[in-house]
């Protein structure tokens, strides 16, 4: 079964940029045609997809967050990663990583398999 573990630091200054890592185990992230996606829920919000690098490396964003967010893989550790830049208190929430067979599908919110999800906080 294919599992997804995010890490990197919990606690990031407002200006700064927020970087986490998804490490995927019992499945390739260059295995056809899977998207890898990362998703953030703001406290007593819903689920924002982010964006995610797909298959071939080919990256999409979601709109609204497109301007400062980077998404990146390393195919020889099977991982990858997000990089969001100039965080406010706005973007503290529950980050997830995740798997989806359909571009459409991630951006509507469903997905194949999930991480448990790390939380950040913003704070100076």
């Known amino acids: 079964q294919v599992q997804l573990q995010e890490s990197g630091p919990g606690l990031v200054k407002p200006s700064q940029t927020l970087s986490l890592t998804c490490t995927v185990s019992?499945?390739?992230?260059?295995?056809?045609?899977?998207?890898w996606n990362w998703i953030r829920q703001p406290p007593g919000k819903g689920l924002e997809w982010m964006g995610a690098?797909?298959?071939?490396?080919?990256?999409y964003y979601s709109p609204s967050l497109k301007s400062r967010t980077s998404i990146s893989r390393d195919t020889s550790k099977n991982q990858f990663s997000l990089q969001l830049s100039s965080v406010t208190p706005e973007d503290a929430a529950v980050y997830h990583c995740?798997?989806?067979?359909?571009?459409?599908?991630?951006?509507?919110?469903?997905?194949?398999?999930w991480g448990q999800g790390t939380q950040v906080t913003v704070s100076s």
């Open positions: 995740a798997r989806a067979a359909d571009l459409r599908a991630a951006s509507d919110g469903t997905y194949d398999y």
């Open positions: 019992g499945g390739s992230i260059t295995t056809s045609y899977y998207y």
């Open positions: 690098i797909a298959w071939d490396g080919s990256t």
